[in-house]
């Protein structure tokens, strides 16, 4: 607890994703139209988000992805960046994604939202032209470059798992952890550790079976100066918010001490780029953790076992 407050102090005012450009923040409030005469690199030719035509993505059946490490319950903490709640955990227990369109190992390093003044827009990447009312991101560095900086400056240096939220009648229990502190981060620079731990697993992979069907292509951050260094990963199902639910996040407030009312980048030119869809391969195992892979021969052992019983007992 007391190495986490340490940690705490030193990342709540000023957390590493808006850090490390300090002089980006006040980009974000001039407007998404204005960022590329500051930073060329906002109107090059991998910008996101985009919009994924579902008629125009070219079918492939990838590896599982995996995620490892999301078992665990992690201590977690939301701070108020002034552009997005973003959510951090204790670093010693690390996350690890790998397969599908990635040739090497990812360690999370945060994850943060996107949303919109209603609840008919808000996600950054659109669908078939739809706006859903709230995204996740999901941040991931390749551990070759040992920290999420390093990882900047190369063109394969972030993986970035999105998620996109409908309204639902009923709040989503998952999510109360973190929509319950957000009226405590209401100014830019709080932070809270949520009450409980967090269950990774719970809201990175709600549904096993559904997680290796995904939309992939080559983008860029989608904050100033929207660096070029992202392979995004966006699932085709849909996660549930209630309409209360997303609206606590509408509460928080930026640099000017004015609602965040939204936060999204509207969408940028594909130009040349094939936008992957992932079909479910039923030869593969799905990936998580890697327990599935495990529990099939297993069953084949048993299976075996029975038969030779059977054949012995005749
Ligand atoms: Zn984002």
Known sequence: MKELKVSLTKKCHYPKFIGVFQNKINLIFVGPANWSKEYHTCSGKLQS??????????????????????DN??????????????????????????????ENIYVFEQLHFHWGENDHEGSEDLINNHSFPMEMHAVFYKEDYKSFNEALKHSDGLAILAYLYEVSPQP??????????LPDIETMGKGKVLQEPLLL????VPDIAKIQDYFTYPGSLTTPPCLEVA?????????????????????LRNQEGDKLTHNFRPVQPLENR???????????????????SVKIPILFVALGALVAIFLFAM
């Open 201 to 204: 697993e719970n809201v990175l």
């Open 73 to 102: 319950p992690h201590q977690s903490y939301v701070t108020n960046t002034g552009h997005t709640a973003t959510l951090r955990t204790n670093e010693s227990k690390a996350v690890m994604l790998s397969g599908g369109p990635l």
């Open 274 to 292: 094939e936008v992957l869809h992932n079909i479910l391969n039923n030869t593969h195992n799905s990936g998580h953790s890697g327990q599935r």
């Open 172 to 181: 989503n229990p998952t999510y109360e952890p973190i929509v319950k502190v």
């Open 49 to 70: 988000p985009i919009n994924i035509d579902e008629h125009n993505v070219t079918n492939v059946s990838l590896s599982p992805l995996r995620l490892i490490g999301i």
């Open 231 to 251: 392979r995004w990963i966006d699932f085709k199902d849909h996660q549930q918010l209630s309409h209360d639910q997303l609206a606590a996040f509408r509460d």
